[in-house]
């Protein structure tokens, strides 16, 4: 049985990708995360000892502490923490634990860097299938503070360097298509987040995003919503709020739903 502040793996990985994921902190000593400079998905590295910044880091939400085992550091700040009134759990095994489970560890290495707490994106605007999947990807199981900027496509390059922002969905940069491969499939490479339902949901972007309906059944439904908020919103901002949803209800089919159907009458569901 866990201890009443220790969250299992499964139990988070159920949680991540989805609005109710609580945030993430890895306080793991430097030595621990240079032998494996591997990240939970969303997870962001605070000292033990900054303990008002891992407070701040909560946002009055729900906090789980990871270390290297999910002993002492995970569980003195955990107990810290409880004790002020913040609602915190520990993550059991600590990061050796969620990965000797087979949970998907992000490479620190392929995670911008932060500014003012949050990595920085920018792409073309008027997005409609990859610039919209792929920052919900990004929000979802990378950076949940992740800024995004769209602008005109002549000017992406420019504002990535004046601002330091990364650019994505842009032909001949490292985050965009690779051969018959949409920018979603890179990031979920590239972060390593092997997980089944992230693979079905990028087949769904891929097919949508390339005009490749054949591929899944799915493919023209995606197509035909985000053209919908494309014209729905004016503001690429208000449409990525929207988008956020619609790519939270995907992810929750192609992670529990896919083998439910629906028929009329009901009797024959």
Known sequence: MSAPNEITPNQLIRLLGTPEAPVVVDVRIDADFDDDPCLVPTAIRIPHRDLPAIQDAARGGKI???????????????????????????LGGGNLGWRDSGMPCVPAAAVPARSEGATLW??????????????????????????????????????????????????????????????????????????PALHSLAAVVRAADTNRHDLVPQAAGLLAISVGLSRQYRDDH????????????????????????????????
């Open 122 to 195: 920018v792409t073309r605007h008027r997005p409609k299938i990859d610039r919209i999947a792929c920052p919900w990807l990004i929000r979802r199981f990378v950076d949940p503070q992740a800024r995004f900027l769209f602008v005109s496509p002549g000017e992406v390059a420019d504002v990535a360097d004046r601002f330091g922002a990364t650019p994505f969905d842009i032909e001949g940069t490292f985050w965009s298509h690779r051969g018959d491969r949409c920018t979603f499939d890179t990031m979920v490479e590239e972060f390593a987040l092997d997980l």
């Open 238 to 269: 208000q449409q990525l709020s929207a988008g956020m949803t619609l790519y939270d209800a995907l992810y929750r089919w192609a992670r529990d739903g896919q083998n439910e159907g629906h028929d009329w009458p009901a009797s024959r569901g």
């Open 64 to 90: 789980v502490v990871t270390c290297q085992k999910g002993k002492k550091l995970s569980q003195g700040v955990v107990a810290w923490l409880r004790a002020d009134g913040t609602d915190a759990e520990y």
